[in-house]
């Protein structure tokens, strides 16, 4: 499974890099679960943005997956950067398995 990491206004750090790596590479069983020829393509954004309503900075992760012909998408948003990335992971393996389960049927 090929990772791509794209920043958005924000400098990681190579230990916040690492801990993304890490989480969204246990999904990778997962993934490989749903089968297809080519390696699949997984794309994480993150970014540091401001909501409208609320003080403070908010992290946002949003990760989308491709599959063969299909593309699995997860968006989280947290007030911290780590609650982001295991939100997204979280919210993409439950598609994931969504997705094993309907096809199996």
């Not at 690492?18 to 069983?29: T, V």
């Not at 401001?50 to 989280?76: C, F, M, P, W």
Request: no cysteine; aromatic share 4%; net charge negative.
């Amino acid at each position: 499974m090929n990772i791509i990491v794209i920043k958005k206004d924000i400098d990681l750090a190579p230990a916040t890099e690492d801990y993304l790596q890490k989480k969204f590479a246990q999904l990778e069983k997962f993934v490989d679960a749903i089968g297809g020829k080519n390696p699949a393509e997984l794309t994480i954004e993150v970014e540091k943005t401001t909501n409208h309503h609320q003080n403070g900075l908010i992290y946002k992760t949003s990760a989308k997956v491709h599959v063969e012909n299909i593309t699995l998408r997860a968006d989280a948003e947290a007030e911290d950067i780590h609650g982001a990335i295991d939100g997204a992971k979280d919210i993409l393996r439950e598609e994931i398995e969504k997705y094993k389960d309907r096809s199996l049927k």
